[in-house]
């Protein structure tokens, strides 16, 4: 099934439902509008205010994710560049070790312990980032959806998972998908 034929196939609340979830994706048309206006009792005006309030909100958690993937960046790349300078060290420990340079090993073993450590915070920082990374969602928190719709945050979650059942039911992933999906809310 296309996904225009899926689309169709929903009422309009429930393709309201799936715009508000991707709210930062998903422009809402004048339709989506006036239908978000009714059904939070608030005028077209208050409507468009509260959604560019929960939009912007999106787009500063949008922009924390991004800063933290250059944060990643960063760190590979210093991670990298350690283990490179590990290697020439052991390269040189190796080299060093039939000219009985004693002095000159044991600058290298310091030199190369000094770096090792380094290296074990800037793995944990590195695991920090990535479970951050990992655990990030930029969906519209159902809070705010709930704000948007004048409804409470426990309907919000029942609307949500009925659509995803109902989804999982007429387009092909059935009832265990549905059950999976019970940590939602």
Same mark, same amino acid.
């Given at each position: 099934?296309t996904?225009?034929?899926?689309?169709?196939a929903?009422s309009?609340?429930?393709?309201l439902d799936i715009?508000?979830?991707s709210?930062?994706?998903?422009?809402?048309?004048?339709?989506?509008?006036?239908l978000?206006?009714?059904?939070?009792?608030?005028?077209?005006?208050?409507?468009?205010?509260?959604?560019?309030?929960?939009?912007e909100?999106?787009?500063?958690?949008?922009?924390?994710?991004?800063?933290?993937?250059d944060e990643l960046?960063?760190?590979?790349?210093?991670?990298?560049l350690?283990?490179?300078e590990?290697q020439?060290?052991?390269e040189?420990?190796h080299h060093?070790?039939g000219q009985?340079?004693?002095?000159?090993r &044991?600058?290298?073993?310091?030199?190369?312990? &000094?770096i090792?450590?380094?290296?074990?915070?800037?793995?944990?920082?590195?695991?920090?980032?990535?479970?951050?990374?990992?655990?990030?969602?930029?969906t519209?928190?159902y809070?705010?959806?709930?704000?948007?719709l004048?409804?409470?945050?426990?309907t919000? $979650?029942?609307?949500?998972?009925?659509?995803?059942?109902?989804?999982?039911?007429e387009?092909?992933?059935? &009832?265990?998908f549905?059950?999976?999906?019970?940590?939602? $809310?």
């Open positions: 099934m996904f225009a034929r899926i689309w169709e929903l309009p609340e429930e393709r715009k508000l979830l709210l930062l994706e998903c422009d809402l048309g004048p339709e989506d509008i006036q978000l206006a009714q059904l939070s009792g608030r005028s077209i005006l208050d409507t468009l205010d509260s959604v560019a309030e929960v939009q909100g999106l787009k500063r958690k949008d922009q924390k994710l991004t800063r933290l993937c960046d960063s760190t590979w790349g210093w991670i990298t350690r283990e490179k590990v020439e060290i052991r040189k420990i060093i070790e009985r340079d004693v002095a000159g &044991e600058m290298l073993l310091l030199q190369q312990a &000094e090792e450590r380094a290296l074990v915070k800037r793995r944990r920082q590195r695991e920090r980032i990535l479970t951050e990374i990992r655990n990030y969602k930029m519209t928190p809070k705010d959806i709930a704000q948007l004048n409804l409470t945050v426990g919000v $979650c029942s609307r949500v998972f009925r659509l995803r059942v109902r989804m999982a039911r387009f092909g992933e059935g &009832e265990a549905a059950e999976s999906q019970s940590w939602l $809310c």
